[in-house]
């Protein structure tokens, strides 16, 4: 049960800097700042904890850039649509394609019922975006948000196989927050050069905000999925998609509808039935 509740704790921070990136005016510069807050917290936990074993360092540099896939695509998608648009298609296929690579090739054990709330949980979200072609929204944000799930996905299998076999979850979460962070603000550099850093000091803070959120819902998933299954540790954050719904309609004034809320009900079904 201590599992199920730090996660969801994960899922609720997770939404939150999505929401943080989302509010502000350049979307780019608050990832920018997001990746800035990742390697300033990386560098410390380089400095706490030991280096990962070299065992990890293979699915350390997978993970890396599956999250920089993830990153850039979910920026850009951002621009193109809601926050309760876009998050639902970004995080809602991924436990879906973590599930079919456990089953095929990882060693972790996951119960039927368990199956089932995943496949509940994704069926959920999936309702959650259709509004996007229902509704006649900006079609380009679809495949934006598809890639950005195709990183979720392999960046999810190589931190839970990565930190197992680390030996030190938190060290290799640091060695993964400062290569994402460099890798991410040299990106940035080659794509807008200086123009990339904002001015504005309330910018900054926003950005380092979304970045402290961000840092505490990873390592606490990191940390789940070296003692839980890991499709399981991936369904249960996708419990992000309802709080970032409910941000969207409470603080974003976004008009909530039937399929949201008939979608929102099957995700805490699922998430139920994932936790038993």
Same mark, same amino acid.
């Given at each position: 049960m201590s599992i199920f509740l730090a996660v969801l704790f994960a899922a609720f921070l997770h939404a939150c800097w999505n929401a943080i990136i989302k509010f502000g005016d350049d979307k780019f510069q608050g990832m920018l700042l997001l990746?800035? @807050?990742?390697?300033?917290? %990386?560098?410390? $936990?380089?400095a706490v904890y030991p280096i990962p074993d070299a065992k990890s360092w293979m699915f350390l540099v997978g993970s890396v850039l599956c999250h920089l896939i993830y990153k850039f695509f979910l920026t850009f998608a951002?621009?193109?649509?809601d926050l309760s648009r876009v998050y639902p298609i970004a995080r809602g296929t991924a436990p879906m394609i973590?599930?079919?690579?456990?089953?095929?090739?990882?060693?972790?054990?996951?119960?039927?019922?368990?199956i089932g709330g995943i496949s509940l949980v994704e069926l959920g979200i999936l309702l959650m975006a259709r509004g996007v072609?229902?509704?006649?929204?900006?079609?380009?944000?679809?495949?934006?948000?598809?890639m950005a799930a195709v990183g979720t996905a392999g960046y999810s299998i190589f931190d839970g196989? @990565?930190?197992?076999?680390? %030996?030190?979850? $938190?060290g290799y979460v640091g060695w993964l927050f400062f290569l994402d962070a460099a890798l991410f603000i040299i990106g940035g550099l080659v794509l807008r050069g200086k123009t990339m850093f904002p001015k504005s000091r309330q910018v900054w803070a926003q950005g380092l905000l979304a970045g402290s959120a961000s840092v505490a819902a990873y390592s606490i998933a990191v940390w789940?999925?070296?003692?839980?299954?890991?499709?399981?540790?991936?369904?249960?954050?996708e419990m992000s998609v309802l709080f970032a719904v409910i941000i969207g309609i409470f603080f974003f004034k976004e008009k909530p509808s039937v399929d949201k809320l008939i979608s929102a009900l099957m995700i805490v079904t699922g998430v139920i039935a994932i936790g038993i």
């Open positions: 990746s800035f @807050g990742h390697g300033i917290f %990386g560098l410390f $936990l380089i951002y621009t193109k649509g973590v599930l079919i690579i456990s089953l095929l090739y990882l060693p972790d054990a996951v119960s039927n019922m368990q072609i229902s509704h006649k929204e900006e079609y380009a944000l679809i495949p934006l948000a598809a196989l @990565g930190a197992r076999a680390s %030996g030190t979850a $938190l789940a999925m070296t003692v839980a299954p890991i499709a399981v540790i991936t369904a249960l954050r």
